[in-house]
């Protein structure tokens, strides 16, 4: 058996106001956060949680969010640091298709997209306020064509889907635990490696710690109820699994992982 091993991949950063991220608590002005994917190295395949944001995209749609991704920086840029190309990953694991979570899925057609049925379901008819948060789909034709509500292309291009709902043992010791509010079908990630306590990533559940300790939401959300029911979720599940929690968009945490080339393992 090949022990499990974990490399988070560096995508570059954002930046938006502190009243996004802690909402109604602030304080105000621009907070820079990274955005990163999580790659585990699995017996049963190679998986990837979250593919960030396409810079191209970012610049042309919301360059109000600040964007910032070095060449290095792309998913393909990370991958060959580990000696890997994209066409290795058998998995694409989605904690919600935001573009800043998304971006990144067309560079493995060949995987398994593996999402909440609820959540595809929210991006194929996202309500106004959520569109732009919905809107690089450029992965899938099929799914940009039902968000548009317009017929597909003859032979448009559909990654392969594996649609779940509820907590989900994707392989041994890899967990998604539901965790929705943020977005309509939210997944967190759970992953024990072979040679350390299990690492609970959590997604937009919490962009930050501070998010955690207030039991304060990003002022980005689709259900506030359900969402702090996640957040108080994902607090029990660290304590039941003795978890490390790992949040979604906090640099100062960030700055001291373990990045690609390294592995936790």
């Known amino acids: 058996m090949r022990p499990t091993r974990v490399a988070l991949l560096d995508g570059g950063s954002m930046a938006i106001d502190g009243y996004k991220v802690y909402w109604n608590r602030g304080p105000g002005g621009d907070i820079r956060f990274p955005v990163y994917s999580v790659l585990v190295d699995h017996e049963d395949g190679l998986f990837i949680y979250d593919t960030g944001f396409d810079l191209e995209h970012m610049t042309k749609f919301v360059p109000q969010d600040q964007a910032i991704q070095a060449p290095d920086q792309t998913l393909p840029g990370q991958l060959a640091k580990l000696g890997l190309k994209p066409e290795d990953v058998t998995h694409v694991l989605s904690s919600h298709l935001h573009i800043d979570h998304a971006g990144g899925h067309k560079h493995f057609p060949g995987a398994t997209v593996v999402v909440h049925e609820d959540e595809y379901a929210q991006a194929s008819n996202p309500p106004l306020f959520e569109k732009l948060s919905y809107s690089d789909l450029n992965y899938d034709a099929v799914l940009t ?11 448009a291009f559909e990654p392969k889907y594996r649609f779940i709902r509820g907590d989900v043992e ?53 259900d506030p109820t359900r969402a702090i029911a996640s957040l108080q979720r994902v607090i029990k599940l660290a304590e039941e699994h003795d978890a490390e929690i790992f949040c979604s968009h906090s640099m100062p945490d960030f700055v001291t992982w373990k990045k690609a080339p390294e592995w936790y393992e």
């Open 170 to 222: 994707i392989a041994k010791d890899v967990w998604l635990w539901e965790t929705p509010g943020h977005a309509a079908g939210h997944y967190s990630l759970m992953v024990k490696p072979a040679g350390r306590r299990p690492m609970l990533f959590c997604g937009d559940v919490a962009m930050t710690p501070r998010n955690l300790e207030l039991l304060c939401l990003g002022s980005f959300h689709l």
């Open 145 to 155: 064509a039902k968000r548009d509500k317009v017929e597909p292309p003859a032979g």
